[in-house]
């Protein structure tokens, strides 16, 4: 089975300040379609989760530009430019490659310094 | 717009099963999958499994084996999780999203872009 490992699982950051999340995985997200199923989502406090970023890069309609995903392989980051107060929450990378089987990693909690 | 709307909080002894609906509007229902994830107090999401509403196929996490059975009733647009022998550790904020039908039409980016808004499943004594 795939496991996800994200690093940090605390981030507390300083608004205004960038912020940069690590999702490792134990195999290649690269799926036989040349495609990467590997995506990020957001959980606000209270909230359902919502997702960001999907195959990589592609942001998710009304996702504010200074959320950015890069990566391939097996080595992936997503990158807030500029921390907002409205960030704070706990983010979570996907894979989808090897679906029908999601695998999520453990989450990172976004906090304000 | 798309709305995936759940059922309510239950509350239920170990041993007990639970039935978690999700009721889908404003796309074509038997054109995707639901996913079915679920979070224990303070934890992460945990991916529980996925059912094709076009044809009824099902791939469940292979620690729930057993345990639980998702279905679906295209004439209400609905899916279903039941959850059975339920213990402690289930206590969970259940969620339903939409996912796809086939892994080529991952590609089309159609898969957890909606989620229900989740129903809490408390188990205890």
């Known amino acids: 089975d795939v496991v996800m490992t994200q690093s940090p699982l605390s981030l507390p950051v300083t608004l205004g300040q960038p912020a940069s999340i690590s999702c490792r995985s134990s195999?290649?997200?690269?799926?036989?379609?040349?495609?990467?199923?590997l995506n990020w989502f957001q959980q606000r406090p209270g909230q359902s989760p919502r997702r960001l970023i999907y195959?990589?890069?592609n942001r998710d309609s009304g996702v504010p530009d200074r959320f950015s995903g890069s990566g391939s392989g097996t080595d992936f980051t997503l990158k807030i430019s500029r921390v907002e107060a409205e960030d704070v929450g706990v983010y979570y990378c996907?894979?989808?490659?090897?679906?029908?089987?999601?695998?999520f990693g453990q989450g990172t909690k976004v906090e304000i310094k | 717009q798309v709305q995936l709307v759940q059922s309510g909080a239950e509350v239920k002894k170990p041993g007990a099963s639970v039935k978690v609906s999700c009721k889908a509007s404003?796309?074509?229902?038997?054109?995707?999958?639901i996913s079915w994830v679920r979070q224990a107090p303070g934890q992460g999401l945990e991916w529980m499994g996925w059912?094709?509403?076009?044809?009824?196929?099902?791939n469940y996490a292979q620690k729930l084996q057993g345990r639980v059975t998702m279905t679906t009733d295209t004439s209400t647009s609905t899916a279903y999780m039941e959850l059975r022998s339920l213990r402690s550790d289930d206590t969970a904020v259940y969620y339903c999203?939409?996912?796809?039908?086939?892994?080529?039409?991952?590609?089309?980016?159609?898969?957890?872009?909606?989620w229900g808004q989740g129903t809490l499943v408390t188990v205890s004594s």
């Open positions: 999203a939409r996912d796809v039908i086939s892994s080529g039409l991952l590609i089309r980016g159609y898969y957890f872009d909606y």
């Open positions: 404003g796309y074509t229902f038997t054109s995707y999958g």
């Open positions: 059912i094709s509403a076009y044809n009824g196929n099902t």
């Open positions: 195999q290649s997200l690269v799926h036989s379609d040349g495609n990467t199923y």
């Open positions: 195959k990589v890069s």
């Open positions: 996907m894979q989808g490659t090897h679906w029908p089987t999601w695998t």
